[in-house]
């Protein structure tokens, strides 16, 4: 009877913690696509417009090492909560600041760049939560709910919220959007609570005496020496590096003039289809990681992006759309066993700064994708672009793909 009520207890807890990860998530999705869409109604500069838009992502490569290394010496919801009231402030200054009339585009970025470095804060200690409130049993189905949640507000509901809050301004765009991450915070309040008054969930944070630098190189060192934490990490690199090409240049493909000749209202649909395949394989991640191989899903999933990838270069829009769809659903897929497999066989001690280096690695690929890509399919073309793309993603992640050796002797999970 009491494991059955700490059971349910720590369901209330994790479902504390899903409402703001979904808060936190709508509100930073609608964020990153409205940034430079409420840059334009400041300045006519494109260059500035580029820095603002910039600033959403930069702060990752500079600061996600030093917060993995701090959310290991402080407990990572109390690490989240600071980076959620970040956002919440930052946001209403720029509110404050749009209703005072005295906006401009430089004090706009700077204010952009500090929310960015509020979600790094947000994001990087979040996945180090989910196994401390669910426990090792239910971790796989608790990782899918959770990765659901995130794709689809950030890539599912945001971008289709932030083209309906650009019409309110600035002051009115960002107060809702400000509301939706103190929501989050609040939400994020009663978890840590939740957790302090049950003692079946261990939160708690790790007295570690060495310096802040010494602390994240540690992360560092530990991914060098993990063979199969290493090639997962790049895996994630190369399925990072092939989205934002992705990302980047299928407007040009998809989008009248180009070959498929959609408007902009089409293409929102048919870029929501890799979202959709996400959401459809987060309900079921788990059946098909236990069906596959949590093995097998990791040495596979990215090669096989390639043939997704092939889908997209051809100009007809329903094969376009399958490639999206089958994209979202295996990354989705492997997304879940990689966060779970971290989760089981790096120390909870080390967690945060082993999850801050991979992000550092994973998406420090972005930015690289997406500029490479725009100068190849100025080049040599979408289609032939996307051929090569999809030939890179599959001998890559092949060449990345953890051996049956790598794998830790922890995880048993077949």
């Known amino acids: ?60 490569p500079f600061l996600a090492l030093f917060i993995g290394g701090i959310a290991d010496r402080r407990t990572p919801l109390g690490i989240m909560w600071a980076g959620e009231l970040t956002r919440v402030f930052l946001t209403l200054i720029l509110v404050l600041l749009s209703l005072a009339e005295i906006m401009n585009i430089w004090l706009f970025i700077l ?20 196994p401390r409130i669910v426990g090792p049993t239910g971790l796989a189905r608790a990782n899918g709910r959770f990765q659901l949640v995130q794709l689809g507000t950030v890539q599912l509901l945001g971008p289709p919220a932030a083209g309906y809050l650009v019409a309110l301004g600035v ?55 993990r063979a199969d934490v ?6 994630a690199g190369v399925s990072n590096f092939a989205f934002a090409g992705i990302i980047a240049t299928l407007p ?23 979202a959709a395949g996400g959401i459809i394989m987060g309900f079921s991640s788990h059946v098909f990681a236990m069906r596959i191989g949590e093995r097998l899903t990791l040495q596979a999933s990215v090669p096989f992006l390639g043939v997704f990838i092939v889908l997209i270069s051809v100009g007809n829009v329903w094969l376009v759309a399958v490639g999206l769809f089958g994209y979202g659903a295996v990354i989705m897929l492997w997304n879940v066993v990689s966060v779970t497999y971290r989760q089981t066989t790096v120390p909870p001690e080390l967690l945060n700064r082993v999850n801050a280096t991979y ?36 001998l890559s992640g092949a060449l990345f793909a953890p051996r049956n050796r790598h794998f830790h002797s922890a995880y048993t999970n077949e």
């Open 111 to 130: 204010c952009v760049f500090v929310v960015g470095a509020g979600s790094v804060a947000v994001d990087i200690p979040a996945q180090a939560v989910v």
């Open 1 to 60: 009877m009491t494991s059955n009520n700490s059971t349910k207890e720590n369901g209330n807890i994790f479902s504390l913690f899903l409402g703001s990860a979904f808060f936190s998530g709508l509100a930073d999705g609608t964020f990153k696509v409205i940034v430079p869409l409420l840059a334009i109604t400041i300045t006519h500069s494109p260059e500035a417009v580029g820095i603002a838009a910039a600033m959403v992502w930069l702060p990752w």
């Open 252 to 274: 040009l493909f998809a989008v009248e003039p180009g070959p498929l000749g959609l408007s902009t209202t089409e293409y929102g649909f048919l870029f929501a289809s890799g």
């Open 171 to 225: 002051s009115g765009s960002l107060g809702l959007i400000s509301i939706s991450f103190l929501i989050s915070a609040v939400l994020l309040a009663a978890t840590m609570r939740g957790i302090n008054s049950h003692a079946g969930v261990g939160e708690q944070a790790e007295r570690i005496r060495e310096p802040v630098f010494a602390s994240f190189i540690a992360g560092i060192r530990y991914i060098a020496k």
């Open 359 to 394: 992000r550092w690695i994973s998406w420090g690929a972005m930015p690289v994708g997406a500029s490479l890509g725009g100068v190849l399919v100025g080049a040599i073309g979408s289609e032939m672009y996307f051929i090569i793309l999809a030939m890179f993603a599959s």
């Open 230 to 235: 290493l090639r997962i990490s790049l895996q």
